[in-house]
């Protein structure tokens, strides 16, 4: 499996507005975001690490707390166990990476 292409991924949506096409492999799992505007991510919190890098749109993120208007190039780490929730103002393409790999069941 070195190679893949993101279009033959299936689709799974997690949160009503947020389409993720998710690469599991044994050390961890990056999301490929689709998301549309004005979709919401309930504040939630997760034993994984997590980078979020978002590519197109703004998005606005809150973790522990802390609220950031994102942009195309913006990053945020996510700390393990931290609280974060999310809100796009536009549509966005969000890529994730999370370790150790999440499960999205």
Known sequence: MPFLELK??????????FRARVVNTAGMTVAHWEIDAGA???????????VVNVI??????TVGGETRRMGPGSLA???PD???SGTAITACRIVDAFHPPRSYD
Do not use: R, S
């Open 8 to 17: 033959d991924i299936e689709v799974a949506e997690p949160v009503t507005g």
């Open 56 to 61: 197109d749109g703004e998005f606005e993120l």
């Open 40 to 50: 919401v991510m309930p504040e939630h919190h997760h034993p994984n690490e997590q």
């Open 82 to 84: 931290v609280p974060h």
């Open 77 to 79: 780490v996510i700390d």
